[in-house]
Nanobody, 126 residues
């Protein structure tokens, strides 16, 4: 069974940076599309950034474009989200996800991801 564990969340001030990591066990990111999503209480989970199985394609939500960067290291079996110039509206629980089937494109749809981490809280103060 694939397990994903996020780390790197925390409390920062507006304008600062954080890097989230998502490590996989029981499976690999190597041939799978993966991504980061976030959720705040009372709202649906939303896509933040996704990356294709071969890292050839990445997509970002308009709200984070130019500030966030997704990458993955197949040797470390880890996906990263570099977050710069953080804003209070970035406050959320961030979860990583991996697609169920190999060689998938970089989907932005929550329902196309079969494996999820437990999430890590990111809080940005003004």
């Amino acid at each position: 069974q694939v397990q994903l564990v996020e780390s790197g969340g925390g409390l920062v001030q507006a304008g600062e940076s954080l890097t989230l990591s998502c490590a996989a066990s029981g499976g690999t990111f190597r041939n799978y599309g993966s991504g980061w999503f976030r959720q705040v209480p009372g709202k649906e989970r939303e896509f933040v950034a996704v990356i294709s199985w071969n890292s050839g394609s990445t997509y970002y939500a308009d709200s984070v474009k130019g500030r966030f960067s997704i990458s993955k290291d197949n040797a470390k079996n880890t996906v990263y989200l570099q977050m710069n110039s953080l804003k209070p509206e970035d406050t959320a629980v961030y979860s990583c996800a991996r697609r169920m089937y190999a060689l998938g494109y970089a989907s932005t749809r929550v329902e196309e991801y079969g494996y999820w981490g437990q999430g890590t809280q990111v809080t940005v103060s003004s």
